[in-house]
């Protein structure tokens, strides 16, 4: 089994930051891509960043110079620094995770999503 963990959500300002944490577990051999998604109320699951396990990050290009994907590949941890954040960046943030666990079956899972809310 994989679990992902989220972390870091919570309630900030317009202009504030945040550091989202996402850590897998489970019986995982290799995690190829991890990434991070986001979801507001009526609104469709959007891709906000990805990032592989050589580092090579992917974003889309409203978010660019603002957030910031990393990942400790020895941990099974990617981050998520949002920074400058906008109302229109409040949604649930989704983890996700795309490897292989020990018996060598491929896995693409989801964490559960941590609230992101920008109001003042």
């Known amino acids: 089994q994989v679990q992902l963990v989220e972390s870091g959500g919570g309630l900030v300002q317009p202009g504030g930051s945040l550091r989202l944490s996402c850590a897998a577990s489970g019986s995982i051999f290799s995690i190829n891509v991890m990434g991070w998604y986001r979801q507001a109320p009526g609104k469709q699951r959007d891709l906000v960043a990805t990032i592989t396990s050589g580092g090579i990050t992917n974003y889309i290009e409203p978010l660019k110079g603002r957030f910031t994907i990393s990942r400790d590949n020895a941990k099974n941890t990617v981050y998520l620094q949002m920074n400058s954040l906008k109302p229109e960046d409040t949604a649930v943030y989704y983890c996700?995770?795309?490897?292989?666990?020990?018996?060598?079956?491929?896995?693409?899972?989801w964490g559960q999503g941590t609230q992101v809310t920008v109001s003042s």
């Open positions: 996700n995770a795309q490897g292989r666990m020990w018996t060598m079956h491929q896995f693409d899972h």
